[in-house]
């Protein structure tokens, strides 16, 4: 079992508020990885980082930020959320070297924005 | 870069048939090659990979699947499914590169639904 944690789960926010979706993980792996996955759809690249004060945007354009200030935390920013920001983010860790390729996901927080 | 596709958005199958969910990729460069599972309300945990090595890998719940180089698949197989093996089932790829990110590229996911 992956020890990687989001909260909240749900979250059902009026348009134009700042909201903070937090992911934790505690295998001290220096990647992380956001995801954004819209109903049946595959996932989308967001963010990702290569350990603490890196990140980098990924495939996906979005209006998120990221921060990295320690190993464990990858929290994700929305300023001023909008209904276009409805959607699944999944939040996923792998290691940096060795053998273990794969990204471990949490459960992911439904975000709705009215 | 990195694209995959996974031919078939819905299957249906009934109960204690087999199986087999499509997976094709394209890249430049030498891929490895994961399928993930999803069920509802729920993150992505891993089934299976193909790092190096037999290019028939077995993974949990009974799974399987094959790596076919010249045809560029990957295609996830099981002799009999149950009613507990109804989800969303992605095929993922990520580049063979030293000090990379180890992103994946996902493909759009199949639905694979078990019938009583």
């Known amino acids: 079992e992956a020890d990687i944690y989001q909260t909240p789960r749900y979250l059902v926010i009026g348009t134009g508020k700042k909201i903070t979706l937090e992911c934790s993980q505690t295998m001290g792996h220096d990647k992380m990885y956001w995801y954004q996955q819209d109903p049946g759809m595959e996932l989308h690249l967001i963010h990702y980082?290569?350990?603490?004060?890196?990140?980098e945007k990924g495939d996906l354009s979005s209006e998120s930020t990221v921060s990295r200030i320690r190993t464990e935390h990858f929290p994700l920013t929305l300023e001023s959320a909008r209904p276009s920001h409805t959607s699944q983010y999944l939040c996923?860790?792998?290691?940096?070297?060795?053998?273990?390729?794969?990204?471990?996901f949490g459960p992911g927080t439904r975000l709705t924005v009215t | 870069a990195q694209s995959v596709t996974q031919l078939d958005s819905q299957v249906p199958v009934f109960e204690e048939a087999p199986v087999e969910l499509r997976c094709n990729y394209s890249?430049?460069?030498?891929?490895?090659l994961f399928w993930y599972v999803q069920y509802p309300n729920q993150g992505l945990q891993l089934l299976l990979k193909y790092l190096s090595g037999s290019t028939l890998v077995k993974g949990i719940n009974g799974f399987e699947a094959e790596f076919n180089k010249s045809q560029t698949s990957f295609h996830l197989r099981k002799p009999s499914v149950h009613i507990s093996d109804t989800a969303e089932y992605f095929c993922?790829?990520?580049?063979?590169?030293?000090?990379?990110?180890?992103?994946?590229?996902f493909g759009s996911g199949t639905q694979l639904t078990v019938l009583p």
């Open positions: 890249s430049s460069v030498s891929v490895y």
């Open positions: 993922a790829v990520s580049a063979r590169s030293r000090g990379s990110a180890r992103q994946l590229t």
């Open positions: 980082s290569y350990g603490v004060n890196s990140t």
């Open positions: 996923a860790s792998s290691e940096s070297s060795g053998t273990r390729w794969e990204q471990y």
